[in-house]
Every structure is written in C-alpha cells, then in structure tokens.
C-alpha cells in the first residue's frame, strides 16, 4: 500500500468534508517528508495518488503541481507525459498538452491512445487536418479502433463535413448498434444536414439506450419544432426540463414552440423562466417583448426591448420592435428614431426600410417614405404591400409615371388583387388615358364589386358621367 492510504478514504462512512481533511492531511505529511529528503519509490506511488485523486476531483491547478514533481523521478515516463497532458487540455491551456503528447510519442511511437490524445489536443486548437491525420495514423496500427473512429467523425463534425461524419458513425453502429454517443452525434449531424426523420429516429434510439440524457431530449425538441410539431417539441423540452430544471435554453425553446401554437401566455411564462436563470439573455428579452407586442401589451413590450438593448446595445431587431410598439402606440417620432438606430447597425432589411417608410409618411417626411419605400422594394422586390404603399405616395405627390409602374409592378406579382387595378385607373385619368383608365376600373370591379362603392364615394356625381353609367350598373 501506498504512504497515502486512498482506499481507506474512499471506504470510510465519512462526510465529504472528511475526507478532504484526511486528505489534506496525508499531503501535509507528505510534503513534510519531502522536506526531509524522502524519496524512491514510495514517493513515486504517493504522487501518483495525489495526482489521480486531484485529477479526478477535477482539481486541475493542484495535479498539475504533483504531476511535474512526479516527472522529476520519472521523467522518461511516457504515461506519465500523457497524464499531463490531459491536466493541461482540462485546463484550456492546449497548445502545452500538445507538447507534453509530443514528447510522450518520443518515448512510446506507436502507443495510439497516446496518438489519439494528440489528435483530440489538434481538434481542441482548431488543426483539423493534423487532427485527421492523427486519427487516421492510429487506425493504421488499428484499425478497429473505435475510439479513433469517433474522435476522426467528431472532427468532420467541427469542420462540417457531416456526410464524412455520418458515414464514420454509421459504421460504428454497424458493429455496435447501441453506441449512445454515436447515435446522438448521428442525429446532430442529420440534423445540421435538414435530414430531419432521420435525426429524429437517432434521438428517439439513443434516449432508448439513455434516457437521462437532457441534451438528447432537447435536441429531440428542436427538430420536432423544426417540423412544426409544436406540442411534441413542448413534451421533448419537458422531459429535458425534468431532468435538469435549470437547462435554460430548454426553457427558451419551450417558449418559442408556445408562440409558434399561439399559447402567448405559456411562452411569457417560459421566457420569464429562462431570464430567472439569466437575466441577460437577449433573445429571451427580445422574444419576450414580441409575446408582449403580440398581445397588444406594448408598454410591457417596449420595457423588454430596452432591457435587450440595455445588454446588447447592437441588437438592432429590438430596436425594431420597440419602433415597432411605438408605432402602435403612434409615438411616431419614438418610432422614427428606433427605426433609423436599427438601420445604422443592419440596413438590408426590407420590413424595416417598410416600417420607416410608413412611419416617415405619418410624420408629414414623405421624402424620406419614398426613399425608405424604394429601399424597402430593393431589398425584397417581392415585397407587393411596399410596391403598393410606394405607387400611393408617388401618387399622391404627382409622379404619374413612377406611381403607374409600381402599380403595374403590384399587378405583376398578384394579379387577382383589386386595389392596384383601381389606383392604376386613377393614375391613367390623371394622365388622360381614358380608355386603359376604364379598362383597369373594370377589371378592379370584377375583381371586388365593392370598389364600385368606393369609387362613388370619392368620386361623388360621378353617375351623372355618361362613360360610367354602365359601368358602375353591372
């Protein structure tokens, strides 16, 4: 036995506090004897201990310390190398365990744990290909080294090569169908490739073999959503949740498939849960403002906004929203201003180009509105309620000629749609096109016989008027 009684720590019936203080115990001793010059092989198995036991606390800064001590008495120790290096990986600090397997492979070549290690240490310091080359080295001299297999799909993952990856874990289910980490990561991968039944099938297989295994059901939940099976995505998020009730991003998910079934009030809640666990999470904000906003709530929107903003000053679709409440509110100026700070940061987002157009238009800045309306178009030229709104205003202000083509642009993506037939049929007066103003007022009419009524409206005696007498009789 060792001068560090371990097992009997172990085994003693103590409190946790215990056996830390026996422990520290048996290290003081041990320094002790250091200090008188103790050493051989007694010290050499009582490092060994301490380091193992720092290790697997997960003490990282304290095995680091005795696993260099041990290396003073054995410093050709390959193993010994390795160990360090996995302290030193733990520890963030990868391009040192690098080193360490470096000069481990120097004194064992062939060993391909150690050889995997490397790879593993690569992967962790974004070489890819070195990492790969690794792999592949280890199953030359191993070739059913399963260990070796993963770790080379694991890679593929990162660099998103997941047609590689996919068919590295579907051998190794080949030979071991019950390989939990490879059914996970085979679903992630059918995941990232929009292979959605077959991500669900691995998720649905892997919590078979492990059913504790929250990651798994929440991944299980993201697909399901992404599949617009909304309530089964809620089911997968509470299982997740069960099992670890502080998985905020479960929380979060949970509350985006709420919102997505239109139950506003059980994603708030979900949101608010999410921000229990971290009050500066930006999109649990942000989404929590559009609950709100969707409600009619907009001042509990408008405070939600601000606090996304508050942790994200760049988040530039809560300005949006806020703009947006604003707007709701008709707090146009409010709405003008989140609306250009948002612009700064992204300006290729045609809804919010539309947005500004609007407000711009109710703040008497028609200038502006046609400006924002025709950025809003370029953006999205299928945008047809913007073409709409931009051949209105262009009307409205005397453009005759832009005014029509963005009518006729209107007509163009939704023929069936009698309001830019009967705009156009004013714009055609207007340039004293009489029969094309008739022929498009005709077929607004067909299209909505109620247009008739608005016309009569707005154009009073117009009856009277030989040309629409007929017309406005069928």
């Known amino acids: 036995m060792s001068s560090l009684d371990f097992e009997n720590v172990d085994d003693e019936p103590e409190s946790q506090g215990g056996k830390k203080e026996h422990f520290e115990e048996e290290i003081k001793k041990f320094k002790e004897r250091l200090k008188d010059g103790g050493g051989g092989s007694t010290n050499i198995e009582a490092l060994e201990e301490i380091v193992n036991y720092y290790f697997e606390s997960e003490k990282y800064d304290e095995a680091l310390h005795f696993i260099n001590l041990l ?28 080193e360490c397997y470096d000069q481990a492979l120097n004194l064992n070549p062939v060993d391909t744990e150690l050889i995997i290690s490397r790879g593993f240490t690569l992967d962790n310091l974004g070489r890819f290909e ?5 792999f592949d080295r280890a199953l030359e001299i191993d070739p059913a080294n399963e260990e070796a297999v993963f770790s080379k799909a694991i890679t593929y993952e990162k660099m998103d ?36 039944t077959e991500a669900l099938q691995c998720y649905d297989k ?14 299980r939940g993201i697909v399901l959503n992404r599949i617009t099976q909304y309530a089964k995505a809620v089911e997968s998020y509470d299982m997740a949740l ?59 929107a408008i405070k939600c906004f601000t606090q996304a903003l508050k942790f994200d000053p760049k988040h530039y679709e809560s300005f949006f929203g806020r703009g947006s409440c604003f707007d709701s509110l008709d707090q146009y100026r409010k709405a003008y201003n989140d609306y250009n700070k948002a612009l700064s940061i992204c300006r290729n987002y045609p809804e919010l180009w539309y947005a500004k157009a609007d407000v711009a238009y109710n703040l008497g800045k028609w ?23 931009l051949g209105e205003t262009l009307l409205e202000y005397g453009y005759f000629k832009e005014s029509l083509k963005s009518f006729n642009k209107c007509i163009e993506l939704q023929p069936k749609w009698a309001d830019p037939y009967y705009s156009r049929a004013k714009v055609l007066f207007l340039m004293r096109k009489t029969f094309d103003a008739l022929e498009s007022l005709k077929t607004s009419f067909t299209l909505d016989p109620d247009k008739k009524k608005t016309f009569e409206k707005e154009f009073p005696g117009v009856r009277s008027i030989k040309e629409f007498t007929s017309l406005l009789e069928k």
């Not at 160990?83 to 391009?95: D, H, S, T």
């Not at 999109?283 to 009619?296: K, Q, S």
């Open 71 to 98: 290396l003073e008495y054995i410093p050709f120790s390959s193993e010994t190398w390795q160990r360090k290096g996995a302290v030193l990986n733990n520890l963030q600090r990868n391009q040192e365990a690098l």
């Open 130 to 134: 070195e990492a790969l080359a690794c």
């Open 161 to 196: 090569r997941f047609e590689d990856a996919v068919r590295l874990f579907k051998f190794i289910l080949e030979g071991n169908p019950s390989h939990k980490e490879a059914l996970y990561e085979l679903g992630f991968c059918y995941d990232c490739l929009d292979k959605l």
């Open 206 to 219: 892997h919590i078979e073999v492990d059913p504790y295994n929250y990651n798994a059901w929440y991944n």
């Open 242 to 300: 069960a099992i670890k009730e502080d998985f905020g991003a479960a929380w979060y998910n949970k509350g985006n498939a709420f919102a997505n079934m239109g139950r506003l009030y059980d994603a708030v809640d979900c949101y608010k849960q999410t921000l229990r666990l971290d009050e500066k999470d930006v999109p649990a904000w942000h989404n929590l403002g559009n609950a709100y906003e969707e409600l009619g709530l907009y001042k509990d």
């Open 367 to 389: 200038r502006e509105a046609l400006y924002s309306y025709k950025m809003a178009v370029r953006f999205d030229p299928t945008n047809i309620e913007a073409w709409f709104d």
